[in-house]
């Protein structure tokens, strides 16, 4: 289903969205654009423009258009899964525990979410919601969600998701996908939920002719984009050059700071650790980000099988581009670039592949 | 909507506890959990966390978990009182798959604390004995003192053949001194399907003898130890080359992981 709206539109779906959900969306915070909650309908950043690079990131006020933005630095595993989750609280009374897990039941909806952020929750719920052990407090978070997809108008010097398997065709499970045409706006009803949303607001529907300007629209963003990566054979490629004595030139330049880990959008690894009281009655099991980068992370009792940046670098970059096809059938890189923005060290990820494959 | 959490805990009863040596403890816990043979299990202790400790042997609701007292949650069996209530969840991970040992012979080697984790393999060995043929357990440990189920090796060595050789000589030990790779050098190897548990490099060495003595690493099961935290396969702490050892594993067939194994720091 296709409808047009105006601004007036747009800021009646996003009041709509709030009467049911908590929504998040993009605004201007520290400078750079985050998904935060509870943001005024006149605090999303329309009109900015961003610039990123290597270890570089501006933001510029322009345009006079909306959605000139590009995906904020922050990702939407940060609201599903956040830093810091308490899994389960332990109580202790008389040498017995009791357990209370915490199963968050919030309604979420994100309001301007890229494709490749949409493809990266898609990613994510392979890793959480596999067959043999769902994750419930994913799954909770997961299903009383609403997405509103927005289509990028130009690509940033960081961004690759075209070769990462993030195809314009496709809406990743978002419930209305939103086209900004020239002061208006398409917006596309994709599932049941989204169509009941659009519904509601007695919305003009779309002409052929606005669903074709969309689409040349959205063609046109391809030849915007400046990097590219070659992906056939590339776990074939990157396991062949396992040890490839070039890991250790990344090696010397990384600083295993864990930036582009917090920055990826699929990213998962976690830490379970115990925050208890002082009078000892009460323990907390707090899931809390962790990073294949940090020192200890693959100690196994006092060995440390990744002892070494290197091989710590290795096994992130592996991991991404080679030993998730593996696991998962896809990549778990989806080419957003913010891995390259924010690393203090300019280490480049689709640089750096693109060489560990040819060598 | 009613989704199992894997991080629940169940409550489980200490019902004998065994000293197995100066470091290392048995217990035999009554509980819901139902394992089968090569899984492993998550032990919550309070306040310190869980640690992944494999089932040793299992029957009627009972499972024996060896436990070497190395770290914060470990050191928690120091104290373990029978009667006593302990906490854990699973079980985890995939198993030995010893049925395709069937009409064949069978080597099991173990390394140190390995052998909690063949224990149970090798008693559903014996008590399926006639489905194998020659069946040889090889079992290698540091010193006399480390030397775990003494009270076990009469009884096993009346239905398969049981070595044990310790790494250095002692007054009390009247076996085998040296490698458990000396012991691989005197059995007869012909075509058997191989089950190892052992450290890393005591895997690879025994690995390469078996491979010049012509054995297929596709007929080699190994059980790994990595870090599981979640044991589900979304901490990412155990992940090996793209494995996820608490998954996809514990066991896994040599030839599929000898890739990665045999690399450095993967």
């Not at chain 1, 067959?131 to 299903?143: H, N, V, W």
């Not at chain 1, 490629?237 to 090696?251: C, M, S, V």
């Not at chain 1, 991991?319 to 203090?344: L, N, S």
């Amino acid at each position: 289903m296709f409808y047009i709206i105006d601004v007036k539109g747009l800021e009646s779906i996003y009041g709509s969205l709030k009467e049911t959900f908590h929504v998040i969306s993009p605004t201007l915070k520290d400078g750079i654009l985050l998904y935060s909650e509870d943001v005024d309908f006149n605090s999303l950043p329309f009109g900015y423009t961003q610039m990123e690079g290597p270890s570089f990131y501006q933001l510029l006020q322009s345009s006079g258009r909306y959605f000139t933005y590009l995906r904020p630095s922050n990702t939407l595993k940060y609201f599903l899964r956040s830093p810091n989750m308490k899994l389960l609280t332990v109580k202790r009374s008389n040498g017995e525990l009791s357990f209370e897990y915490h199963i968050n039941h919030r309604k979420l909806a994100f309001f301007d979410v890229r494709r490749c952020d949409l493809k990266a929750l898609q990613t994510l719920d392979n890793v959480y919601l596999n067959d043999r052990f769902p994750d419930p407090y994913y799954r909770s978070l997961r299903e009383n969600m609403f997405l509103v997809g927005v289509d990028c108008q130009t690509a940033s010097d960081v961004c690759f998701c075209h070769c990462m398997g993030v195809y314009l065709e496709d809406s990743y499970g978002a419930d209305i996908f939103i086209t900004e045409l020239d002061g208006r706006f398409l917006v596309t009803a994709l599932s049941k939920k989204g169509v009941e949303l659009v519904e509601k607001l007695h919305i003009k529907k779309a002409s052929v002719e606005d669903i074709q300007k969309a689409k040349e629209k959205r063609e046109g963003l391809l030849s915007t984009f400046k990097k590219y990566l070659d992906t056939k054979d590339l776990k074939e490629n990157l396991y062949r050059n396992i040890e490839h004595p070039y890991w250790e030139e990344i090696g010397k330049r990384c600083l295993s700071c864990t930036n582009c880990t917090q920055v990826c959008p699929t990213c998962f690894c976690f830490d379970i650790k115990e925050v208890n009281s002082i009078e000892l009655d009460l323990s907390e099991r707090v899931v809390s980000w962790d990073s294949c980068f940090n020192q200890t992370f693959a100690t196994v009792h006092k060995f440390n099988i990744r002892d070494t940046i290197t091989s710590r670098y290795r096994q992130w970059l592996m991991h991404k581009m080679a030993y998730w096809q593996d696991q998962f059938g896809e990549f778990g890189c989806v080419g957003c670039g913010r891995c390259i923005t924010w690393c203090p060290a300019k280490i480049d990820i689709q640089v750096e592949t693109a060489k560990l494959r040819e060598l | 909507m009613n989704v199992q959490n894997p991080y629940s805990l169940v409550k489980g009863k200490v019902v004998k506890v065994h000293r197995e040596n100066y470091n290392t403890v048995s217990v035999l816990v009554e509980s819901d959990i139902k394992p089968e043979v090569g899984q492993y299990v998550m032990f919550y202790t309070f306040g310190r966390g869980e640690a992944p400790i494999t089932v040793a042997s299992y029957q009627d609701g009972m499972s024996l978990h060896t436990v070497r007292i190395v770290g914060d949650v470990t050191g928690y069996f120091q104290h373990i009182q029978e009667e006593g209530t302990v906490y854990l969840r699973g079980p985890y991970g995939n198993t030995w798959g010893f049925e395709e040992a069937y009409g064949r012979d069978v080597i099991i080697i173990s390394g140190g604390l390995g052998l909690a984790a063949t224990r149970w393999l090798m008693e559903k060995i014996i008590q399926n004995r006639d489905n194998f043929k020659v069946v040889y357990s090889l079992y290698g440990s540091k010193s006399f003192q480390d030397l775990l189920y003494k009270e076990k090796y009469n009884i096993w060595a009346r239905e398969i053949d049981f070595r044990v050789t310790v790494g250095t000589p002692d007054p009390a030990w009247t076996g085998r001194v040296g490698m458990i790779t000396q012991l691989l050098e005197d059995i007869k190897i012909e075509n058997p399907s191989i089950f190892i548990c052992g450290p890393d490099p005591m895997v690879k060495a025994v690995v390469d003898i078996l491979s010049s003595k012509g054995v297929n690493k596709r007929e080699i099961k190994v059980s790994l130890e990595r870090h599981m935290k979640c044991s589900v396969g979304t901490c990412g702490h155990c992940m090996f080359g793209p494995f996820f050892v608490c998954k996809d594993g514990p066991v896994f067939r040599y030839s599929d992981i000898e890739y990665f194994y045999t690399k450095k720091s993967v």
